[in-house]
């Protein structure tokens, strides 16, 4: 890009221009070389270079300064808050079951955890358990989110590093997935399919062929990235020995999920205080002594096996039964019926209310427009979604909205760890550790 | 008034009282609870304005041990009360000793807390010390949790920084002061984390709105939700 400089007026897009805190470059590709051989080096010696918010390499709108001494980066300030779409704000005006919709969009690439984890609030406020297949569906569909999380995970670094195939394939079989989703509850993402009580409805008549097709298939899938990238020269230098951050650290910075596995502590949240009954399945959990962006590469990649033995055990658990409470003042009134026309209210149940019985009428409209009143009180719940430890801090007054929910977002806290692992290293493994974290601005800035 | 009507009160003047609360309103100009049947007016508790009450000890499992270890090395009065919910632990205690306790949680050999898991806020407007400041610790050691929380009014929300003992707080402590306007004492540079850096107002305390707020796009402007469509 070139300067344009007709007249007085200060060009924010010109390619240099000074300012009180010195020379500012704007850089949109070209070379590198070239432009640092125009600064001074005596005088200039530590260059601030502004990454982001919009770059592709940062994962969505991250925005790292770094103070850079020729390639070695001697500071990094992660700064966050592009996203922030106020979801927490937002939940306080709307009732308990409709907070689902919301909360399932913070991390849009984990939404059945973010779902599952605020219904588990919500039950434990209510004091409510949930039907055994509602149960088993959701260990499914979140070990299946997990798979497209962290295929995300391993398609993204790979195009950051270069790996474009890597990308290609991560994508192609997270695609299998989405499929999945959509065929389970109508949408790829933000589903709002875990609801406070249960599911919104049951698995597909089809739903277990797709899913066993799918953990027949994933398998050699996994074969292909190994194959692809374990071996391959350019990935290990660019992964091994980069991004380091041990055990200690991660307990000091709150850093969870498959980065502090890959430090070597086996803490998953799904062992160590399982939820929605985890600990009836027989699964490891994989963890790695690097402590390096390759370490997590590695762990995610035996995570995926795991979940996927989780998902063959889960298809075997699945009993016929109920996915919703009983209990007609929780449970949401309408069921979802594919008619003619796509997805929509059960036409039995509009009968019903329409035509048949007043009071199934009046209850509908006061469960739907008010919502169930939730008891007083406050409950933290946490699980193990793909970046870490998902936890819900929610409060009730016992009104029928939330009076105050936190999300406990690991893109949010592992991200406050980005310093640590890129300040002495060079500029090129800050974009390598900072992958390896996995964030999610999502879920990140909420 | 002459009592505390939290029990969390520290010296702050018995007069002063959050102004200008609005209560948050429903969609379509419901001035109400919106309830239509009028069974939902019998209830009239206001459970978050209450007194703070100490659940009876024994508190039951490892909770006596925890509150116990905590008293031995702080004092008998570093607990203000000890609140048993749903399995739940939270000790409240006073905004001027998170940095100590947080300390000793983490560090007794029989307390080991070595995780921050979350800091938040929430605002109880109804209550003269009405920003809380909520703590969740974990300990990986013995496989426990336990929630700290602490109270602050309005005239004085000063909270000791836990980013000493726990480096995660960091964040946390910056998103608590950015929504709800908790000043962290000793927290190395308390700025606003989500929100632009000038932006005015705390947006998660209940009588800031939802909406309403002056955006730079065009002149636009956005009501709150309870003027936005209205069927009177």
Not at chain 1, 118 to 144: F, H, T, W
Not at chain 1, 349 to 364: G, K, N, T, W
Not at chain 2, 83 to 111: F, N, Q, W, Y
């Amino acid at each position: 890009m070139t300067a344009t400089d007709n007249g007085t007026s200060a060009d924010a897009y010109a390619a240099e221009r000074d300012t009180t805190e010195g020379r500012v470059y704007t850089v949109t590709g070209g070379d590198w070389d070239e432009l640092v051989a125009s600064v001074d080096p005596v005088s200039e010696e530590r260059l601030i270079v502004n990454l982001g918010p919009q770059h592709p390499s940062t994962h969505g709108v991250l925005r790292l300064v770094c103070e850079l001494e020729g390639e070695t980066v001697r500071s990094v300030r992660p700064i966050v808050g592009y996203l922030h779409t106020g979801i927490e704000k937002n939940l306080e005006y709307r009732n308990w079951t409709q907070g689902t919709t919301f909360v399932t969009r913070a991390d849009y690439l984990a939404p059945i955890f973010n779902e599952t984890a605020y219904c588990l609030a919500v039950e434990k406020l209510l004091g409510i358990e949930v039907p055994r297949r509602a149960d088993v569906i959701r260990v499914i569909m979140m070990e299946l989110n997990r798979i497209s999380s962290h295929l995300v995970a391993l398609a993204t670094t790979g195009m950051e590093l270069g790996a474009l195939s890597m990308m290609i394939y991560g994508f192609r079989d997270r695609e299998k997935i989405l499929d999945i989703f959509e065929a389970v509850c109508g949408l790829r993402m933000n589903m709002a399919y875990v609801r406070p009580g249960g599911l919104a409805q049951d698995l597909p008549r089809d739903g277990v062929a797709m899913i066993r097709e799918f953990v027949d298939y994933m398998p050699q899938g996994l074969d292909d990235y190994e194959g692809l990238l374990t071996g391959n020269a350019i990935w290990q230098e660019r992964t091994q020995g980069v991004g380091y951050l041990d055990v200690s650290g991660c307990l000091a910075l709150g850093v969870t999920g498959p980065v502090l596995r890959s430090a070597g502590l086996p803490w998953d949240l799904r062992k160590t205080m399982p939820y929605c009954g985890y600990e009836e399945y027989d699964f490891e959990v994989p963890v790695h002594n690097g402590a390096d962006a390759w370490a997590r590469y590695v762990v995610r990649l035996e995570e995926i096996r795991q979940s996927l033995r989780i998902i063959d055990q889960g298809l075997d658990k699945l009993e016929p039964g109920p996915v919703m409470v009983e209990d007609k003042k929780i449970a949401w009134p309408a069921q979802l019926a594919l008619g003619a026309d796509g997805m929509g209210n059960s036409l039995n149940h509009i009968r019903h209310i329409m035509s048949q019985s007043m009071e199934a009428l009046i209850h509908h409209f006061k469960l739907v427009t008010e919502g169930f009143r939730v008891p007083a009180g406050q409950v933290y719940t946490a699980i193990e979604a793909p970046r870490g430890e998902l936890g819900i801090h929610a409060v009730s007054d016992g009104g029928t909205r939330p009076f105050r929910v936190h999300m406990r977002e690991p893109s949010f806290i592992n991200l406050q760890s980005i310093p640590a692992l890129a300040e002495g290293g060079l500029l090129a493994d800050v974009i390598a550790g900072g992958a390896s974290l996995d964030p999610v601005m999502g879920g990140c800035d909420r | 008034m002459t009592s505390d009507p939290t029990g969390t009160g520290s010296a702050a003047p018995d007069d002063v009282q959050p102004v200008g609360i609005q209560r948050p309103k429903g969609l379509f100009g419901v001035a109400d609870t919106g309830d239509t049947s009028g069974f939902g007016g019998l209830v009239q508790a206001q459970p978050t304005a209450g007194d703070l009450v100490s659940t009876p000890e024994p508190l039951g499992g490892y909770f006596d041990e925890v509150v116990a270890a905590l008293r031995e090395s702080l004092g008998d009065d570093i607990t203000r009360a000890c609140v048993v919910d749903r399995g739940e632990l939270t000790i409240h205690i006073a905004p001027d000793r998170v940095a100590d306790v947080c300390k000793t949680m983490r560090d007794d050999e029989s307390l080991r807390f070595e995780l921050c898991n979350s800091v938040s806020g929430v605002d109880y407007p109804d209550q003269r010390n009405r920003l809380h400041v909520v703590y969740h610790l974990t300990s990986m050691t013995y496989r426990r949790r336990v929630r700290l929380e602490t109270a602050v009014g309005l005239e004085h929300p000063v909270v000791q920084s836990a980013t000493a003992i726990y480096p995660t707080a960091d964040w946390q402590e910056r998103e608590a002061y950015d929504m709800f306007g908790v000043v962290f004492e000793g927290h190395p540079h308390l700025t606003r984390i989500l929100m632009p850096d000038d932006w005015e107002g705390f947006p998660q305390r209940k009588d800031y709105p939802l909406g309403g707020i002056a955006v730079e796009y065009k002149g636009a402007h956005i009501p709150p939700p309870d003027e936005r469509r209205a069927y009177k």
